[in-house]
């Protein structure tokens, strides 16, 4: 298996554009989490899905993040309009919880940089 | 939130044991705890799972109290390979409901020098 894969690996861009982080989950993994990491606040869980719904939403920052799973292979992440405070880099993680394990596959990243 | 604590870092030598303890005072019944490695420009890597008692996989051992309110990862011999951030998470998956969220501790650097 290719493990989890992420798009891009680097954006930048400016302050007040969208961005949208891409998100192809371990195949037959029912979970998927979107995690931040910065220096200032380290790994942050922002939202997770099970079966391609969300579970907790409530590490999203505000209404200018979303996230959705429209199936169980992609699942994409939302910054609209993008903010400098915004940089970090952004994880992507799958699961399978059938051998009751909490084992998360990370994503390579997406290192996201606002001007 | 299952908030967590841990040393910002600490120093060894190859060959050394190295166990780095994670701070969960408010951990819940159905939190799990796990930890990660993590080396620059990577994603978290898993290391090992527990609940209670001891657990022990091929690369470390994992020791939890009957409180649950920390845990500590042991790194038998550890080689400069191993030089890397060590992360602590607890929390629950949704599996039974009433755990706390998923919570990634501060984050150890364990450095191994020759």
């Known amino acids: 298996d290719a493990g989890v894969i992420q798009s891009p690996r680097h954006e930048v861009t400016e302050m007040g554009q969208e961005v949208t982080l891409r998100c192809k989950p371990i195949?037959?993994?029912?979970?998927l989490f979107w995690y931040r990491q910065t220096m200032m606040r380290g790994l942050e869980l922002l939202i997770y899905f099970n079966n391609n719904v969300p579970i907790d939403d409530s590490g999203m920052p505000e209404d200018r993040f979303s996230a959705k799973m429209p199936n169980a292979s992609f699942s994409t992440l939302k910054i609209q309009p993008s903010e400098p405070r915004d940089s970090a880099v952004y994880f992507c993680?799958?699961?399978?919880?059938?051998?009751?394990?909490?084992?998360?596959?990370f994503g390579p990243g997406t290192r996201l940089t606002v001007t | 939130l299952a908030k967590t604590t841990q040393p910002i870092s600490m120093d060894s030598y190859e060959g050394q044991e190295v166990n780095i303890t994670c701070s969960h005072n408010?951990?819940?019944?159905?939190?799990?705890i796990t930890w990660y490695q993590q080396f620059p420009s990577q994603g978290p890597r898993f290391i090992i799972q527990?609940?209670?008692t001891k657990v022990t996989n091929e690369v470390a051992s994992l020791f939890i109290p009957a409180d649950r309110k920390s845990s500590t990862l042991s790194l038998p011999r550890v080689s400069l390979s191993d030089t890397a951030v060590y992360y602590c998470l607890v929390g629950d998956m949704g599996l039974t409901g009433g755990g706390n969220k998923l919570t990634f501790g501060t984050g150890t650097q364990l450095k191994v020098e020759l």
């Open positions: 993680a799958s699961s399978s919880v059938d051998r009751a394990s909490y084992e998360q596959y």
């Open positions: 527990g609940y209670k």
């Open positions: 195949s037959g993994h029912d979970y």
């Open positions: 408010n951990i819940a019944t159905n939190d799990y």
